[in-house]
């Protein structure tokens, strides 16, 4: 599922996106990403830096708060549990990525996807940025977190939170590696608007950022920050 990274599902793969995967429409080339080495200014006003060569290391264990349109989730991350995904997921967290990212792909049941950044700029820089692959240590439970992913060594800044226990469906593709739990507010997560389903186009969204979103999928639901707690 690259939940295919854009969850495309080609589902999964899937999940494309979805967690999966999706689609990847909007390749970019290092020269592309060398160009722009200085990092990107978002719509907010907020410089979004390119990816660290060398990431940061995150903490053993750490909490991310996340505040979104339908209200809060927490995140509690494990780095013993997938430690390249733990440390992706705390550097876009530090520098404010996800700031005004909708949540692109919902399927009831399953899973509710989100990291397309709203501006193309930045999606320049960070959507082909990809991390080698976790083995699987946890499995997709119901309420676990994992990068989406299109293929092996594909996961960059898509992520997916499972919405139902997802383990014979996405375990066996050894794509989809766990790093944390919605340990608050997974009412919230169920409750975010699902009315345009998988409709939205991941490779539009990526290469148009929130412009396309919102023109064409007013409602859906976003996230107004991510802070570590």
């Known amino acids: 599922m690259r939940f295919s990274r854009a969850v495309n599902m080609s589902l999964l793969v899937g999940v494309v996106g979805v967690a999966c995967g999706g689609d990847r429409t909007a390749s970019t080339t290092q020269a592309d990403r060398a160009a722009t080495a200085a990092g990107a ?56 990525y996800f700031t005004d990212v909708r949540f692109f792909r919902m399927k009831p049941n399953f ?11 930045v999606n320049t820089l960070w959507d082909t940025a990809e991390i080698p692959d976790d083995p699987i240590r946890s499995s997709n439970a119901d309420g676990t977190i994992a990068f989406a992913a299109s293929g092996p060594n594909t996961r960059s800044t898509q992520l997916f939170i499972n919405t139902a226990n997802n383990a014979r469906k996405l375990d066996g593709q050894k794509l989809f590696s766990p790093f944390g739990t919605v340990v608050e507010g ?4 169920r409750a975010l608007n699902a009315e345009y389903g998988e409709e939205p186009n991941p490779s539009k969204a990526v290469r148009q950022g929130n412009r396309y979103l919102t023109r064409w999928f007013p409602a859906l639901d976003y996230i107004t920050s991510a802070t570590i707690e």
């Open 186 to 189: 997974m009412d919230v997560v």
């Open 111 to 121: 899973i509710v996807q989100f990291g397309i950044h709203g501006d193309p700029g």
């Open 41 to 96: 200014t978002a719509d907010s006003g907020v410089r979004i830096p390119p990816p660290s060569l060398t990431p940061e290391r995150s903490p053993d264990s750490y909490r991310v708060r996340f505040v979104t349109s339908k209200g809060p989730f927490v995140v509690q991350v494990k780095r013993s549990l997938a430690p390249r995904g733990a440390d992706r997921f705390y550097e876009l967290v530090r520098i404010g």
